[in-house]
C-alpha cells in the first residue's frame, strides 16, 4: 500500500484553522475534548478533505487502525501526535476506497496482528505502508465506491428526518408551555416505595439511568449487596438521580416504556403517575416533557446543596407543567412512538450498512 500513499505535514502557522477534532475507534471524527487552553494550536497539523488522520498507538491494545477519512470541505486541525494521509493519485487509489478497505472487521485483526510489542502496541507508519490491499482499476474502485455511498446517503437521509420528528415534540410542548395553565406535577405523580423484599428479581435485573434519559446495566458491582432495599421498577413507572452535579448538568432519569419489570438502587428517586391521574397526564407525555434540554436546564438551576448538589422530590413536586387534554397528549406521544420507530430502524440500518464493506471488498478479492 505504501507506493500508493504518501505523508502530508501541513501546520497550522497562521492559526487560520480552528475547528479541533479528534478520531475515534468507531474511525470517525468527533470534537476534541482536549483541554487546549494556552496550547500552540500553530503546531496542529491541517487535515484537508479526502485526507487520512491516523494515530499509530494502541492499535494491538484496541485491536482497531485507528484511521479516519476526512469528509468536510472546510479544513480542519488535529493533534501533532496524528499522522495526515493521502492518495498520491486518486486515479490509481481512491482515498474513499482504501477507507471501505479499512472498514472491515479483518483489516482490524491484521492490524491489530502485526502491532509491535512496545506498551502503546502501535502499529506505526512503515508498518502500515507493508499493509497489502487488493487495489482494481479505477473504474471498478468507483463503482464499488458509488455503491457504499449510495446506501450511506439513504441511511443519512433517514437520520435527518429524526431531526424533525424531534423538533415536532419539542415545539409541541413548548407551544403548550406558552398556551396553556401550568400545573403542578406533585398533584398528578406520587412515590413508589415497593421493595425487592421477596428478592424475586436479581444482579441481572438492576438498571441504572443515564443523562441521555435511558435505563441502562448499571456500573456498580452488586454482588453481594442487599438487593431486598432496591426498588421494583414496573412498566410506566419513573427512576431519576437527584444528585445532578454528577450527571454533566442534566438529570439522570428514565421512562420504563416497556413490558419489563426491573430493580434500581434506593439512592435513585422512583415514582409514577398517580392512578386516579392516568385519565388525566399520559405517562408517555409526562417523560417528554422530562426529555427536553429546557427541563435539565431548569432542574439544574434549581438544585441545592455544596460539594453536592440535588434536585430533591419537593423540588421535582413543584415543577409546573401544561397538561392538555388527552386527545393533545396522545397525539403528542404517536409523533414521539414514530420517533423511536424509525430511531430503532435507523440504528438497524446503520448496523446493517457496515458490514456490507467486507462483502463489498471479498467482491474485489475473487474479482482479482
Not at 7 to 17: H, I, P, Q, T
Not at 170 to 189: A, C, H, R, S
Not at 239 to 259: H, I, W
Amino acid at each position: 500500500m505504501g507506493a500508493y500513499i504518501q505523508l502530508v505535514d501541513n501546520r497550522n502557522k497562521d492559526l487560520a484553522v480552528t475547528n479541533l477534532l479528534g478520531i475515534n475507534i468507531t474511525k470517525n471524527f468527533m470534537t476534541s475534548v482536549a483541554n487546549v487552553s494556552g496550547t500552540d494550536l500553530s503546531k496542529y497539523k491541517i487535515i484537508q478533505k479526502g485526507q487520512f488522520a491516523y494515530s499509530a498507538m494502541q492499535v494491538g491494545r484496541d485491536e482497531t487502525i485507528r484511521l479516519a477519512l476526512y469528509t468536510e470541505n472546510e479544513p480542519a486541525i488535529i493533534s501533532p501526535a496524528y499522522l495526515v494521509i493521502e492518495s498520491k493519485d486518486e486515479n490509481e487509489l481512491l482515498s474513499e476506497y482504501m477507507m471501505m478497505w479499512f472498514q472491515r472487521p479483518e483489516s482490524d485483526r491484521y492490524g491489530w496482528f502485526i502491532s509491535d510489542s512496545s506498551v502503546r502496541a502501535s502499529l506505526d507508519y512503515d508498518r502500515l505502508c507493508e499493509i497489502e490491499i487488493p487495489i482494481p482499476n479505477i473504474n471498478e474502485q468507483r463503482k464499488y465506491v458509488a455503491l457504499y455511498n449510495g446506501l450511506l446517503t439513504n441511511q443519512k437521509t433517514y437520520e435527518n428526518s429524526l431531526e424533525d420528528l424531534q423538533l415536532i415534540c419539542d415545539t409541541y410542548i413548548e407551544d403548550l408551555i406558552k398556551k396553556e395553565e401550568p400545573k403542578l406535577l406533585g398533584d398528578f405523580v406520587e412515590l413508589i416505595e415497593h421493595r425487592n423484599s421477596n428478592l424475586k428479581y436479581g444482579v441481572d435485573d438492576v438498571r441504572g439511568v443515564s443523562n441521555s434519559k435511558q435505563f441502562m446495566p448499571t456500573k456498580a458491582n452488586n454482588v453481594g449487596r442487599d438487593l431486598q432495599k432496591f426498588y421494583v421498577i414496573s412498566p410506566g413507572d419513573f427512576v431519576y438521580n437527584s444528585r445532578t452535579t454528577r450527571m454533566g448538568d442534566k438529570v439522570g432519569l428514565g421512562y420504563n416504556n416497556t413490558e419489563e419489570t426491573f430493580l434500581t438502587s434506593w439512592n435513585n428517586t422512583a415514582f409514577r403517575v398517580k392512578k386516579d391521574s392516568i385519565h388525566l397526564l399520559i405517562p408517555a407525555y409526562l417523560f417528554l416533557f422530562f426529555y427536553r434540554s429546557e427541563f435539565d436546564r431548569y432542574a439544574r438551576f434549581n438544585s441545592w446543596g455544596s460539594s453536592t448538589e440535588l434536585f430533591n422530590w419537593d423540588d421535582m413536586c413543584n415543577v409546573k407543567l401544561p397538561i392538555p387534554s388527552i386527545k393533545i397528549q396522545e397525539a403528542i406521544v404517536t409523533i414521539y412512538h414514530t420517533l423511536e420507530t424509525r430511531k430503532r430502524i435507523n440504528e438497524q440500518l446503520k448496523n446493517t450498512i457496515k458490514p456490507l464493506c467486507p462483502v463489498l471488498m471479498r467482491g474485489v478479492v475473487e474479482s482479482l
